[in-house]
């Protein structure tokens, strides 16, 4: 520890994390059998999932790494139009999830 009492790693100004951009979207634009597939795709090896997902009480983080194109088909239509959207908007991340703002210009689904 440090003489402040924080771990001496986060003392040492030569170490840094690196970041990230993460945005946020109602989990309301992700069909029910969308967000089975995020809870499967979330407890599965990264390569066997279209995308990286984790999982957690409240949602889901889905990685914009991959284009829907890219993706493949086994993506779904409007979880590969929420990527491609965050992907423009230069994010890394969507989080997903119930109090999250719904956009307009994606589907809605009522569940």
């Excluded at 946020?24 to 279209?50: F, I, N």
């Excluded at 983080?61 to 493949?72: D, I, P, Q, R």
């Excluded at 088909?73 to 119930?98: I, N, T, V, Y």
Aim: with cysteine; net charge negative; charged share 20%.
């Amino acid at each position: 520890m440090s003489e402040t009492g924080r771990p001496k790693i986060f003392a040492d100004p030569s170490v840094s994390i690196s970041g990230g951009h993460y945005g946020e979207l109602s989990a309301a634009h992700l069909s029910v059998a969308t967000t089975r597939l995020l809870d499967l795709w979330a407890g599965a090896l990264a390569s066997e999932a279209p995308v990286l997902v984790a999982g957690n009480v409240r949602g889901w983080f889905v990685a914009t790494l991959l284009s829907a194109a890219e993706a493949g088909k086994s993506l779904p239509e409007e979880l590969g139009r929420a990527l491609d959207l965050a992907r423009d908007q230069r994010l890394d991340f969507l989080f997903f999830h119930c109090d999250a703002p719904i956009v307009d210009g994606l589907r809605r689904y009522d569940w």
